[in-house]
């Protein structure tokens, strides 16, 4: 147990310190500010012998305000043949991975028809799922295999958008691709339709879900479904998929064991799963994996590892997490992707602690603490992009940060309100959230003002300051140093541990040797001993 | 939606079996609730093929869902260990339905403990009959997965 997530946080450590050139998000263009997506259809043939698209999106915007100019985002890769909005052609200019749309005539309030015909070769990751883009490949029979990322480089790289995390297509996608009619498409939400004409075949996907914009990809492959009937905590009916090479259908029916006990698992934790009347589905890939909505890619090659003696897979788990952590619930500003990634990640330790117990769990934070970096906040600033809040201290300082709040809100209380948030629809779906809405969240349901403990943990790199001050006749003064607020501490004195509140006043202790501070660790901590 | 789903189409039912824990009180099943939902449409492609057929039955139970409720909440015993320990929880399991109708590869998907998965388990098994899932006109084998709450009445 202690290898696997030895393996899992330097596997984290390891390859995320590669930097991304392509980014999307930041501070929001004004004439993108008055423009909110409604809906996305993107309709495209994938030419496999050039490594081209061509076809169009057709998005469905609602103006707040009347505009003379609509702007979108689509890489320069590409060329644009034709923009129509409600219907007519309009002069446009495109440069700078920007289409700028002159209307003739003002764009008045309300809904708009926009659809820009394009093709091209969109541009090719060079090291996905760290790198985004196309990713051509070909699997052991031959077949192509072909899949996208874009959560660093967004929605852009293939589609033009509005490529910012704070607006998501409240109405969904359509995604209507056609390919040679001996590989498959898998997309997200439901399939409605394949055509199959001459030699190519045209899949329509559609979900009605909001999609955040890098989950709006799909995979083509020589692929097979394997699907499986589920119940959801809440008692709705569901479908487990699995769309898995043809190559590798005989690992499909033990991966789908291991995937719906982590369903079962992460349900317990993070209630219903968010989009059961779509599907519950992971594609295999040929990068390593992605959180894409209701198609979660995976591509870990089925490597296995135990915990509690038996088969788990820890990518599975944690790109499944995802369609809680930052597809249910999505930070409106990459300022917030810990929201993501942290809380994500201390997911997958709860699997270790559902399954393994309460030791292995601890074991998990007592060894990951080693692996921060702490240069900078987790929180650095608003209006940031995804290049720059992209940090590995998201992962696991993030997931260290709310194995803290744990401790010192007590399971009776952190539990329900984990849920309770991931649940409430005022922070889901349509609605996404910042850093302040967990914290006020939380110091709400907990009674007590958590901000302090954010703070010091999100938005500086400090640590705890725990000040022991040795006082005559075997006692010592124990304080906070950093932090007005009172904290649960663990205090072991001559052999026997204590939980014992402890503040900036200080609390005294009696001891024949220096007491130990915190020895399960629940804290990233420096103690001061005077 | 005209295609339809070769494998799988799902049954959801929650049955809820209570029972008093009070010794020499009333330890029978109260209450059986069940959970209907629209079915998601799921479109299946099935050896490369993609198979089109409007005229899928979908299996029934003789008599009725709900006969099969009364079914398994008159044959489950709430396991005395489970009973006298105060172990209750849902069990989840799935199961297939094969072309003859029989309930074959019962398997628990989550489960709650020993005595309560296997209890679940041997009533699903020795269920009677089903009528099986045709597909124009054909039997074909379903999979089903079913929510079964062992729950004690304080």
Redesign the interface.
Known sequence: MKKIYLIVFLTFSGILTYSQTLTNGGKIKPEQAIMDVRHYTIALNVDFAEHAINGYTEIKVNMAKPSHILLFDLMDSLNVSKVLVNGKTEHFDYKNNLITIHPEKELPVGDAIVRVYYSGKPHVARRPPWDDGFIWSKDSTGHQWMAITAEGAGGKLYFPCKDHPSDEPNEGVDMIITVPK?L?VAGPG?????T?TGATATYHWKTNYTINNYSIIFNVGDYK?F?????T?D?????V?FYVLNEHADKANHFLDVF??TI?EQEKYFGEYPF????IAMAETPHLGMEHQTMVAYGNKFRYTKVGGEDYDWLMHHEFGHEWWGNKVTAKDWADYWIHEGICSFGDALYTREFAGEKEYNKIFQKSIFTFENKLPIVQHSDMDEDAAYINDIYSKGAFFMHTLRYVMGDSLFFPTLKKFVTSPQYTYDNLVSTDDVEQFFTKQGGYNLKPLFDLYLRTTNKLEIHIKSLPANKYLIQLQNIDMKLPLDITTDGVTKRLIVDAKGLRVESKSIPVIDPEVFYIKKIIIE | MK?ALL??????I?YDLKAQTNDAQRIDTIGIAQ?T?E???????GE?V?VSCDDQIDATFPGGIDKFNQYVVKNIRYPDFAKKHHIQG?V?L?FIIDKDGRIKSVRI??GVSKDINEEAIRVLKSSPKWNPTKMCGKAIKT?????INFSLDK
Not at chain 1, 190 to 194: D, G
Not at chain 1, 227 to 231: C, G, K, T
């Open positions: 001996d498959f439901l399939l409605q339709k394949v199959k479904v699907s499986r009937p589920y119940i905590c008692g709705h009916k569901a479908t998929q719906i006990k079962h059961r009347k779509e599907k | 295609n494998i799988t189409l799902l049954l959801l929650t959970i939902i079915v998601p449409k799921i479109t299946h492609i490369g993609f849902k989840y799935n998907s989550r999979e089903y997965a079913i929510a």
